[in-house]
């Protein structure tokens, strides 16, 4: 079995490697906060020191990081991946990225003659822990195949979409719709709160009706309860919206509701809830409003 490093265990990251050592491969982990390599140590993995030490002896090193400057200090810093990678192997992101990030990325490793794949994912926590994400991939195709045995560890489906920075691309345009659900459901939940119906009733039919969505449920539910507990912090579906920003910025498309999103989702975070779950971006318009959505 190829040899595995993974760099980055915060939410998503832990799961993902979890599974590779469950599926029995060797697995070399690395964390900035080392705390949080315990779990995977006790359950088989190596710690290393450095992203440098991760990747010595790795066939496929796997990485998933907060944003932009994690990838930067991880992937091209001092004791970084780039650093210590051996010719021949293969390198994937699973964070989410612009993808002139990862076109930067693939360059710097064909200097290496290491391939490169970009290759996000979606789902949360619970589904980094049972092994049921959804990947977008990037890159060579033929790359893709090699290690399709891999990230089947972690994923219930694995997507191709092209050449380099396409799975990236993917996921932007996957989040922006998720977070457009998000701001429609927050709306119309202040607006069925102020209009007087329950809540519970609200969501009972949009449960059953032919606009039903699993993100409504997922959501809906959570909203009522007042459960903002971290899947996904708030902090990254902003850094997220600004990314769907800036490329729709690059390639001259619109997005006039996304750029009302990020508007409350902006004021989420300055309100000071980026730690909490993205759902909590609904509170920005629960203070607007002057409501609040409950049971
Ligand atoms: P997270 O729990 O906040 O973990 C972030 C990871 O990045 C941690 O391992 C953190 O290390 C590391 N990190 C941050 N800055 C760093 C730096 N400068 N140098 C080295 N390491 C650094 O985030 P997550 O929820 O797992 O998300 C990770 C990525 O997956 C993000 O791009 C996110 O957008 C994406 N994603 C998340 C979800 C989700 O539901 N959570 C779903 C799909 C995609 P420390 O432990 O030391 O802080």
Redesign the pocket.
């Known amino acids: 079995m190829e040899r595995i490093a993974y760099?980055?265990?915060?939410?998503?990251?832990?799961g993902m490697a979890s599974n590779l050592l469950k599926a029995g491969y060797p697995v070399t982990v690395w964390?900035?906060?080392p705390e949080?390599c315990k779990p995977l140590v006790e359950q088989g993995a190596t710690q290393a020191q450095t992203p440098a030490q991760a990747v010595q002896s790795a066939d496929v090193i796997i990485y998933?990081?907060?944003?932009e400057?994690?990838v930067?200090?991880?992937v091209f810093?001092q004791d970084g991946i780039l650093s210590n990678v051996q010719s021949g192997k293969i390198a994937i992101n699973?964070?989410?990225?612009h993808p002139d990030t990862s076109h930067q990325e693939a360059a710097a490793y064909a200097q290496k003659n290491v391939e490169f794949l970009d290759a996000?994912?979606?789902?949360?926590?619970n589904?980094?822990i049972c092994g049921g994400?959804w990947i977008v991939v990037g890159g060579k195709q033929d790359v893709f195949e090699r290690v399709k045995p891999i990230l089947q560890t972690f994923t219930a489906t694995a997507h191709y979409l092209g050449d380099t920075g396409k799975g990236a691309c993917m996921?932007l345009i996957g989040?922006s719709i998720v977070a457009t659900q998000i701001e429609a459901l927050g709306e119309a939940m202040v607006l069925a709160t102020k209009a007087g119906l329950n809540p519970k009733d609200v969501l009972d039919v949009l449960h059953v009706v032919d606009f039903r969505s699993p993100v409504f449920d997922g959501v809906g539910q959570t909203l009522v309860n007042r459960d903002f507990t971290?899947?996904?912090?708030l902090?990254?579906?902003l850094?997220?919206v600004n990314l769907i920003a800036r490329l729709a910025q690059d390639l001259n498309s619109p997005m006039p509701a996304a750029a009302m999103v990020r508007e409350t989702i902006k004021t989420a975070v300055n309100q000071g809830w980026g730690e909490e779950n993205?759902t909590a971006f609904i509170k920005a318009l629960e203070l607007e409003a002057g409501a609040i959505v409950k049971s």
Not at 7 to 14: D, K, N, T
Not at 230 to 233: G, M, Q
Request: contains cysteine; positive net charge.
């Open positions: 760099l980055g265990l915060g939410i998503m990251g832990s964390n900035r906060s949080s998933c990081l907060s944003n400057q994690a930067e200090d991880v810093g699973t964070s989410t990225v996000p994912v979606f789902g949360s926590k589904e980094a994400l996921k989040n971290t899947s996904f912090a902090k990254h579906l850094k997220d993205a």
